[in-house]
T-cell receptor, first 117, second 112 residues
Framework: DADVTQTPRNRITKTGKRIMLECSQT?????MYWYRQDPGLGLRLIYY???????NKGEISDGYSVSRQAQAKFSLSLESAIPNQTALYFC????????????????FGPGTRLLVL | LAKTTQPISMDSYEGQEVNITCSHN???????ITWYQQFPSQGPRFIIQ???TKVTNEVASLFIPADRKSSTLSLPRVSLSDTAVYYC?????????????FGGGTRVLVKP
């Protein structure tokens, strides 16, 4: 979805390096998410943010940190990259709260392919 | 959070109807059932969402029985481009502080 952009799209880094993946959205949504996907597997939630001041750990937050700089921006950092963090990373936004009864649709960015050597 | 169970994979042929059933025995009263589609190296894309009975859009139909413990995504007359992974999710209410949980999904392979 062009309303959710991720940079960079591809990144190669070395073990021990700190890197940041950025996500921007123009949908005006409060909720944003970071997922990682490993080959042949589903998505696993790393961190999520329900608004600028509300950031929560997901199921696999160890080794990662996030920053919600504004409603439109949500960055994911790998403090000291390791090879098993090689994966495809997706950012998503959610329209939760805009539909009655708790309906929610997530909108995903194109993904960042990260290789840690 | 309601857990979902769906088949790991399904094969079909062009022009056939594909039905994927998802089990969600612990679905709560206010939960919605949502399906996403994911092509290789792309982010998942919303397909359809429903609460009960039947929902239809230009892409698919979603059938939900009265007890809501399962749901079936129906893809009519599939083409090769429908080859993808399909995820079934149960989306909770705001009171539950819900977040979406993606399982392994169902890999659908459409053959010529």
């Amino acid at each position: 979805d062009a309303d959710v952009t991720q940079t960079p799209r591809n990144r190669i880094t070395k073990t021990g390096k700190r890197i940041m993946l950025e996500c921007s959205q123009t949908k005006g949504h409060d909720r944003m998410y970071w997922y990682r996907q490993d080959p042949g597997l589903g998505l696993r939630l790393i961190y999520y943010s329900f608004d600028v001041k509300d950031i929560n750990k997901g199921e696999i937050s160890d080794g990662y940190s996030v920053s919600r700089q504004a409603q439109a921006k949500f960055s994911l950092s790998l403090e000291s990259a390791i090879p098993n963090q090689t994966a495809l990373y997706f950012c998503a936004t959610s329209d939760f709260g805009r539909e009655p009864g708790g309906k929610e649709t997530q909108y995903f960015g194109p993904g960042t392919r990260l290789l840690v050597l | 959070l309601a857990k979902t169970t769906q088949p790991i994979s399904m094969d079909s042929y062009e022009g056939q109807e594909v039905n994927i059933t998802c089990s969600h025995n612990n679905i709560a009263t206010n939960d919605y059932i949502t399906w996403y589609q994911q092509f290789p190296s792309q982010g998942p894309r919303f397909i359809i969402q429903g609460y009960k009975t039947k929902v239809t859009n230009e892409v698919a139909s979603l059938f939900i029985p009265a007890d809501r413990k399962s749901s079936t995504l129906s893809l009519p007359r599939v083409s090769l481009s429908d080859t993808a992974v399909y995820y079934c999710l149960v989306v909770g209410s705001r009171a539950a502080g819900n977040k979406l949980t993606f399982g392994g999904g169902t890999r659908v392979l459409v053959k010529p």
